[in-house]
């Protein structure tokens, strides 16, 4: 079993900048992947960005260029550093964990992202 904790939410004017943290705790050595999603009210969940363990990335068209996840093996922690926010930004920013050999899918609690204009 994986436990994620997102924390790093809040809000910021449009243009500004925020790092979300994801701490895993559990059984980390069984995750294949780590990585970002996000949901705005009336919309669905959104892929953002991956980090494999073997540290290749991945990143949604959408916020490319702009957000850079990263992660700390030492801390087991998982980031993303988001830039040029805008309004559209606004969601809620959930961490998730894959484990392939039992095809699990682990959830953090999520944080939420408000960009004003």
């Known amino acids: 079993q994986v436990q994620l904790v997102e924390s790093g939410g809040g809000l910021v004017q449009a243009g500004g900048s925020l790092r979300l943290s994801c701490a895993a705790s559990?059984?980390?050595?069984?995750?294949?992947?780590m990585g970002w999603y996000r949901q705005a009210p009336g919309k669905q969940r959104e892929f953002l960005a991956l980090?494999?363990?073997?540290?290749?990335?991945n990143y949604a068209d959408s916020v490319k260029g702009r957000f850079t996840i990263s992660r700390d093996n030492a801390k087991n922690t998982v980031y993303l550093q988001m830039n040029s926010l805008k309004p559209e930004d606004t969601a809620v920013y959930y961490c998730?964990?894959?484990?392939?050999?039992?095809?699990?899918?682990?959830w953090g609690q999520g944080t939420q992202v408000t960009v004003s204009s």
């Open positions: 559990g059984s980390i050595f069984t995750i294949n992947s």
């Open positions: 980090i494999t363990s073997g540290g290749s990335t």
């Open positions: 998730n964990a894959v484990e392939l050999s039992r095809l699990k899918n682990y």
